[in-house]
């Protein structure tokens, strides 16, 4: 099969282009900036959001299925820049799957947890949204122009993406591994609950939907719910880092310019009993996020 992924720099979009090379597809990347070194499958340059770019490159690779990662997720940085946010998150939503229709593409659209307001969480698949923000309404409204233009696609919500090697910014597992490992203490969150979602899995998961052009919303994340301070404990225990190094603080300490879901995270049933690739569980993740740490670090 022929697939398009966006954000084919990224965390998750980088993973997504290798497993899809793995298992033998053709693959074409959509990003930002330079080619990855390394990477061997074709890669377009390409600004999200101009609607007109991305058109034109969809169509000119005529790919069978879009799988799109790309995304504006600094969420304090998305309230600060409300067009910018507007134009990653909704713009090039629009865009991808304008391009898709005109070629009869089958989309998986990533997506967040973020679209719920963390009053009543974890969330199953047929939770009403509430989005608090501007990220989290640019998502939302995200996953509605998809919706517009190809009915049939699948909204793939992740929650809390982490891996290593980091793909531009330090994602949160990258974050607290480099702090922890210099031995400074880190502030987490004990009040919000949340899905980690280690990448590698959260790509499988997004390969299995795109090869079976599945649609519908599907919650594509880690199998367990905790908090950050546990989230962190346990990567203690995983790395053999001093878990005294974690100080619990309250999120309203922090006074942070976005809000944020408290009691998030995503149920993983519906994963569990229509895919082939199970999530996973936070030990098992944790212990591939290890994995990987130790063989790309000298």
């Known amino acids: 099969?022929?697939?398009?992924?966006?954000?084919?720099?990224?965390?998750?979009?980088?993973?997504?282009?290798?497993?899809?090379?793995?298992?033998?597809?053709?693959?074409?990347?959509?990003?930002?900036?330079?080619?990855?070194?390394?990477?061997?499958?074709?890669?377009?340059?390409?600004?999200?959001?101009?609607?007109?770019?991305?058109?034109?490159?969809?169509?000119?690779?005529?790919?069978?299925?879009?799988?799109?990662?790309?995304?504006?997720?600094?969420?304090?940085?998305?309230?600060?820049?409300?067009?910018?946010?507007?134009?990653?998150?909704?713009?090039?939503?629009?865009?991808?799957?304008?391009?898709?229709?005109?070629?009869?593409?089958?989309?998986?659209?990533?997506?967040?947890?973020?679209?719920?307001?963390?009053?009543?969480g974890p969330y199953d698949e047929q939770a009403l949204?509430?989005?608090?923000?501007?990220?989290?309404?640019?998502?939302?409204?995200?996953?509605q122009a998809v919706r517009v233009f190809v009915p049939g696609a699948a909204i793939a919500r992740t929650a809390v993406v982490y891996g290593w090697p980091a793909a531009g910014r330090a994602n949160f597992g990258v974050w607290l591994l480099n702090t922890l490992s210099q031995g400074q203490q880190v502030k987490l969150f004990e009040d919000q609950f949340i899905s980690p979602s280690f990448a590698d899995s959260v790509a499988e998961i997004l390969v299995e939907l795109g090869e079976r052009k599945l649609g519908g919303v599907w919650?594509?994340?880690?199998?367990?719910?905790?908090?950050?301070?546990?989230?962190?404990?346990?990567?203690?225990?995983?790395?053999?880092?001093?878990?005294?190094?974690?100080?619990p603080v309250k999120m309203a300490e922090l006074k942070l310019a976005s809000p944020r879901p408290l009691r998030s995270g995503l149920r993983v049933d519906k994963v569990r009993a229509h895919l082939r690739t199970a999530p996973l569980g936070l030990h098992e993740s944790l212990a591939r996020f290890h994995a990987a740490w130790r063989a790309r670090t000298p």
């Open 129 to 143: 949204p509430n989005p608090r923000g501007v990220y989290a309404l640019t998502k939302h409204m995200g996953e």
């Open 219 to 247: 919650n594509t994340c880690g199998a367990e719910v905790v908090d950050r301070v546990t989230f962190g404990r346990a990567l203690c225990e995983v790395f053999g880092f001093d878990a005294k190094l974690i100080t």
């Open 1 to 120: 099969m022929r697939f398009l992924v966006t954000g084919s720099n990224g965390l998750v979009g980088s993973r997504v282009c290798t497993q899809l090379e793995q298992r033998g597809h053709e693959v074409v990347g959509l990003g930002r900036g330079p080619r990855r070194t390394g990477d061997t499958y074709r890669y377009v340059p390409c600004d999200l959001t101009r609607e007109q770019d991305v058109v034109t490159a969809i169509t000119g690779a005529v790919p069978e299925v879009i799988i799109h990662c790309a995304s504006m997720t600094e969420v304090d940085l998305c309230e600060r820049e409300p067009e910018q946010a507007y134009a990653n998150n909704v713009t090039a939503a629009a865009a991808v799957a304008r391009g898709a229709k005109a070629v009869g593409a089958h989309v998986v659209h990533v997506s967040t947890d973020y679209v719920f307001d963390g009053d009543a």
